[in-house]
């Protein structure tokens, strides 16, 4: 852990006696959090390393008091000692009292450490900053000082194995445990530290004059009159430091920059406090005191506008109607391009020409605007523009480059590019959906430097471009050939041929009739295409409607090079829609229908039928993406051709086939057809090929198709729970361990393929799984553990004897949602058994689910109390382990003023089993449970669990 919190972690410039803090930051945060759940699980996991005792103890200042300190302690008023000590008879946790509410705490062992952690209950957070700033390299004092963290190599764990190898007997365990705890250590040290980087190349930290500019700003509207969104914004104080912050010094420390008084025109007044973190509203001044409170209240904040957006409705709507205002120019332009491309009646040139005019307008129109935007903005700055002024020129030079490649191109177009009628358009002309998020329609735009040194590859290739443009057909082929022998797959070469005009002119030569020079341009074309900025470049430069149109030609060489080529450029939205606007699916999905493979002998003919099938197919997976695409492609009649094709012997064509399936299965009525079709018997038969990346994509498609309970019988039927068992094996395939775990997740909501998962053994190679996995994989795991549990009590003792509660509890802490609900769930069915719940209680499970109804996710909450209903029936002392929770009995029945049906059943059911106990019930009553539950009596909803 040294090295992460002396490389990751952030530590305050201003130093508190001598020494800094801990910043209240996000990576700090979680960086904490990880080390809790670690700590907390480290007895379980490691018990022989738990024992081990430190060679210094961790010592650090405490408010906890002596009083919550419970059996195994010997407690007095003003000190704590364990009972547990070292061979020396020395205590392995003492506490001591220094003043008022202040103690000092002594820790030798990582099992008191643990104990300490779990005594801190809901403060366990301020506990473990307290320890490691005063202990900020803790491996130094658990091992010594020769472990000490270091710049440079560090040689201590070979020392210390040579040392091991050396010694024998008592010694020599002795020495073989501390070497565990040290790689133990040092692994997770690694881990910490990768979590951290994620976190930092993430995280966007505000600066004092951040925070000046954006108050400035926010101050130009404050004030009574209808254009304003604040009454007022001050600072709390006008002195400034050296550092720009007006925080006081030893608020600093925390990273604090400035306290802001806010008045909303809603009438409240905020106190807000902005951090190096963010803003978040703090108690404002307490009491008598008048004294300034900084504890935060709510989240976090990226700056004070998000803030002030969730904090006023007002605020919010007069932002939103302002960035409407800015867009209605944009839209208008949009409606007027749209009538010019839908404009049926006119000749194909003359279309051409007013559709390039159209386009010039436009282009001139759009400047001028620009032009003037940017005027005004000298003089009357809106929220929207904060950062106008900064980013005005850079912009300016941007729209200039912008327009001359445009207008370039656009000339290029209208007198070297054969005229065309554009095809009608299927849909709206800028609506479309996509299963993934939109991929590269933002990607810098990166040209060669004009003084860089430029490797001889990039002239050469300029060279050949100028063979392209001005030669006859043959020194065209020749030069094609010649650009072939190049690295097209390097960036640079890939770049080259774009910034020197390259690409218009192999777009324009797909529309010359030459085969050869038709073949050599889409062969460039189909390499090059793999970079993220060529693909956006061609779809600019309209080489998709092109490859489109080449799909119809007779040349199955032409075919399958333009079909690959656009499954390569068809990896962002708008290329997509550009695919199924100019009617590429309904020609894609032609290019499917191929004879039934093994019904032929393999001729030359037949093969190139077969590759332009499998090309096809390629393009329809990038395509199937998008939600339109899948309809499209359902009505061009693609599912009967994919289910043809998915009986291929050969993985190459499969792999591009299952591809398209599982991305299409998230559709109800792909689903249907798949289990109708029969395509469960091949997903299932492909299982058991040696190509991993096959199996994935089969995997995942039953995963989407198990959702119903007939492909879950077929998938048995079939044998298919076999191989998804065996799967399991290959753990270091992650993205095949989760389609894996994924397809028995939702397999076994079927009662019948859980008893076969018993006799596979599958419930035990799940556990296993449980740790060090990531999220994708743990989400499905857990989901499958919980399936398992709930449909067969006898997999609940599996659970415990392969030790996978413990593992449960211990991700009840994690923040993934998804993770948490299916964790929940599982926890819930394991604990329906007397056995498992004495171990979910002594491991504080209840505890955990318990501040899950916290959770602002309604699933989570709902989860959490259906969980904690077999808990308190199994529980041994249920009535005192619920009274416990400090404010646990007003919290679960303040979720009965919930909007969400689910999370009133769950809490409804958990009220039920609370309210058999007379004090709880005397409680609950006093909360005001009863009148809640009347108004809640005239609901029709059911719910059934």
Not at 14 to 43: C, D, H, M, Q, T
Not at 389 to 402: F, G, I, L, P
Not at 502 to 510: A, D, K, R, W, Y
Not at 865 to 878: M, V
Request: charged residues 30%.
């Amino acid at each position: 852990m040294g090295q992460t919190l002396t490389r990751a972690a952030q530590w305050t410039s201003v130093s508190e006696g001598g020494r800094g803090r801990l910043e209240f930051s996000p990576v700090n945060e979680a960086l904490i959090n990880s080390i809790i759940k670690y700590v907390e699980g480290f007895s379980s996991k490691h018990p022989a390393e738990t024992a081990i005792v430190f060679k210094s103890p961790l010592q650090w200042k405490t408010t906890i008091e002596p009083s919550t300190f419970g059996s195994g302690y010997e407690i007095s008023d003003d000190s704590v000692t364990s009972e547990a000590k070292d061979k020396n008879d020395q205590p392995l946790l003492t506490l001591r009292k220094l003043g008022e509410l202040n103690y000092d705490i002594k820790v030798y062992c990582f099992n008191q450490l643990s104990n300490v952690l779990k005594i801190a209950g809901d403060m366990k957070m301020r506990e473990a900053r307290s320890i490691l700033e005063a202990n900020p390299d803790p491996t130094a004092k658990m091992l010594g000082d020769g472990f000490a963290t270091i710049e440079g190599e560090d040689n201590s764990t070979l020392r210390l194995l040579e040392q091991t190898k050396k010694e024998s007997g008592d010694e020599g365990d002795e020495l073989e445990s501390k070497l565990r705890l040290l790689l133990l250590i040092q692994q997770f040290d690694m881990q910490l530290m990768n979590q951290s980087l994620k976190h930092i190349s993430q995280e966007v930290r505000l600066t004092p004059q951040q925070i000046n500019s954006e108050v400035a700003l926010l101050k130009r509207y404050c004030g009574a009159d209808s254009g304003s969104v604040l009454e007022r914004i001050s600072f709390t104080t006008d002195y400034v430091f050296d550092n720009g912050c007006r925080a006081p010094p030893w608020r600093q420390v925390h990273g604090d920059i400035c306290c802001l008084n806010i008045l909303l025109l809603d009438g409240e007044e905020l106190s807000v406090i902005a951090n190096t973190a963010g803003v978040y509203i703090n108690k404002g001044i307490e009491g008598e005191s008048n004294d300034q409170s900084y504890e935060r209240v709510g989240d976090i904040y990226k700056d004070l506008v998000a803030l002030l957006k969730t904090k006023s409705p007002k605020f919010a709507e007069i932002i939103a109607s302002k960035e409407f205002q800015l867009k209605e120019d944009q839209k208008e332009e949009h409606f007027e391009a749209s009538d010019d491309e839908i404009d049926g009646d006119m000749t194909e040139r003359g279309f051409e020409e007013k559709k390039e005019d159209k386009k010039i307008e436009k282009i001139s129109k759009q400047t001028t605007k620009r032009k003037k935007g940017a005027t005004v903005a000298r003089t009357n700055a809106t929220l929207n523009w904060k950062n106008e002024e900064m980013n005005r020129q850079s912009r300016e030079k941007k729209d200039k480059d912008k327009k001359e490649r445009s207008e370039k191109r656009l000339s290029r177009q209208t007198i070297d590019r054969k005229q065309k009628t554009p095809a009608l358009l299927e849909d709206e002309f800028y609506s479309d959906s996509s299963s993934e998020s939109e991929e590269e329609e933002d990607t810098p735009d990166r040209r060669q430097e004009q003084n860089s040194d430029l490797p001889s590859e990039y002239w050469q290739i300029q060279k050949l471009v100028k063979y392209l443009k001005g030669g006859n057909q043959t020194a065209t082929i020749i030069a094609l050939c010649a650009m072939r022998d190049f690295n097209l797959g390097q960036e640079t070469c890939q770049l080259a041929i774009r910034d020197v005009g390259g690409l218009e002119v192999l777009i324009n030569l797909l529309e010359t009739g030459e085969i050869k020079c038709m073949i050599g341009s889409l062969k460039i074309l189909k390499e090059i295409s793999k970079n993220t900025q060529i693909r956006k470049a061609i779809a600019d430069l309209g080489g998709l409607q092109t490859m489109v149109d080449i799909l119809k030609s007779s040349s199955k060489d032409l075919k399958c090079l333009a079909a690959e080529t656009i499954a390569n450029v068809a990896k962002f939205r708008r290329a997509r829609r550009t695919v199924r606007q100019h009617g590429g699916i309904k020609k894609l999905v032609f290019l499917l229908d191929c004879a039934p493979l093994g019904s032929m002998p393999m001729t030359d003919e037949f093969e190139k039928d077969v590759e332009v099938a499998r090309c096809g197919a390629l393009a329809l997976w990038s395509c199937s993406k998008s939600t339109r695409n899948k309809l499209a492609i359902r009505k061009a009649g693609g599912i009967p051709l994919l289910a043809r094709l998915l009986k291929s012997p050969h993985e190459d064509m499969l792999i591009p086939v299952v591809g398209s399936l599982q991305e299409c299965a998230s559709e109800a009525s792909y689903r249907l057809a798949i289990r109708t079709e029969g395509m469960i018997e091949d997903l299932v038969k492909n299982l058991n090929t040696e190509n991993q990346e096959l199996q994935m994509h089969c995997a995942s498609a039953i995963f989407k198709c198990a959702e119903e309970k007939e492909t879950r019988d077929l998938v048995r039927f079939y044998g298919g729970l076999d191989p998804l068992v065996a799967l399991l094996n290959n753990s270091d395939n992650k993205e095949l361990l989760a389609a894996a775990t994924g397809a028995i997740w939702k397999c076994a909501m079927s009662s019948e393929n859980v008893e076969r998962f018993q006799e596979l053994k599958a419930i035990e190679m799940l556990v296993a799984l449980l740790n060090d996995q990531p999220e994708e994989v743990l989400v499905n795991v857990v989901g499958a553990l919980g399936e398992c549990a709930a449909q067969e009590p006898s997999n609940r003792s599996v659970i415990r004897k392969t030790n996978g509660i413990p593992s449960l509890v211990n991700l009840l802490t994690g923040t993934n949602q998804a993770l948490l609900v299916n964790v929940t769930k599982a926890v819930g069915a394991c604990a329906t058994e007397q056995d498992n719940m004495g171990i979910i209680d002594r491991l504080d499970g209840v505890r955990l689910l318990w501040s899950l109804l916290k959770n602002q996710n309604p699933e989570v909450q709902a989860s959490a109390a259906w969980a904690i209903c077999p808990c308190i029936e199994n529980a041994k002392d249920a009535g005192e382990m619920v009274r416990s929770f400090v404010g646990g009995l007003e919290l679960i029945v303040s979720l009965l003023k919930s909007d969400n049906k689910e999370v009133l059943a769950s809490v409804c059911a958990a009220i039920a089993n609370i309210a058999k106990d007379e004090e709880n019930l005397a409680v609950i009553t006093d909360h005001g449970v009863v009148p809640m539950l009347a108004k809640l009596a005239s609901t029709v909803s059911y719910i059934e669990k």
